[in-house]
């Protein structure tokens, strides 16, 4: 009997879970990514790919709405959905677009930017629509009221602008005046530090014969030793 309710439990758990799984439907969200993610980067390569959500109608085209900071004059074109182009620029969007994707396949595009904002952070608006009209809002920008809106506005966090170039190039010492010709080069220091034979002063000719001289007194107290030792044992 106790089997019997424990096997019942187990097979209502496992329904309740499917049920709760089966029921939550999945949501797609178009991304951006931005390469490099660096404020101020220049020539960076922003890849939007707007996600099928439709079960019968293709991706026909993408609205950008672009950041504060960057106008659409400064976006190119690189790739998208083969025959699509660059259909369109306002004010503060571009467009892209043509034949509908197949269904249930994502449309990816990638522009150049010519120059990012200084900001820690840049949200993309998008208004992506489909062959039967349908249109997908991802207008939403996240925020500390609302950290996960339903239709988010993607969002990407920017790396800290590098450092001025001037700033990051080392100093560069200045050339030599004309007057310090007279003076020895850098070069000069080797020499004087490892002089050659012919340079070496007289005194030191003194000091070699010197510990020779010695080399040679202490090699014949040791002989006169050996000798010694060696008498004694014949006598």
């Known amino acids: 009997m106790r089997r019997r309710y424990f ?9 309740a879970a499917s049920a ?15 390469s490099p993610a660096r404020a101020g980067a220049n020539n960076a390569v922003v890849t939007v790919n707007a996600e099928a959500e439709s079960d019968s109608a293709g991706v026909t085209s993408v609205q950008v709405f672009l950041p504060e ?15 699509w ?3 369109s620029k306002a004010a503060d969007s571009y467009t892209v677009g043509g034949t ?3 269904v249930g396949e994502d449309a990816e595009h990638q522009v150049r930017v010519r120059q990012l904002p200084n900001a820690p952070q840049v949200s993309f608006k998008i208004l992506q629509t489909y062959s039967d009209g349908r249109v997908d809002r991802w207008i939403e920008v996240p925020s500390a009221a ?3 809106p339903a ?5 990407v966090k920017l790396a800290a602008a590098a450092p001025a170039a001037n700033a990051a190039a080392p100093t560069t010492p200045s050339a030599a005046p004309s007057s310090a010709a007279t003076d020895a080069p850098a070069t000069d220091a080797a020499v ?21 001289g010695a080399v040679l007194a202490v090699l014949a107290a040791v002989g006169g030793a050996l000798y010694l030792r060696q008498r004694r044992r014949q006598l």
């Not at 239709?151 to 969002?155: H, L, M």
């Open 7 to 15: 096997s019942l439990a187990v097979t209502m758990l496992v329904g």
């Open 20 to 34: 709760v799984v089966i029921g939550t439907p999945a949501r797609a969200h178009t991304g951006v990514k931005v």
């Open 69 to 83: 900071g960057i106008t659409a004059q400064d976006v190119t074109l690189l790739k998208g959905p083969k025959g």
């Open 85 to 87: 182009k660059l259909s």
């Open 100 to 102: 509908a994707v197949p």
């Open 146 to 148: 609302n950290p996960e």
């Open 151 to 155: 239709n988010p506005a993607p969002t």
């Open 192 to 212: 004087t530090a490892f002089p050659s034979a012919s340079d070496e002063p007289a005194s030191g000719n003194g000091g070699l014969w010197i510990g020779v």
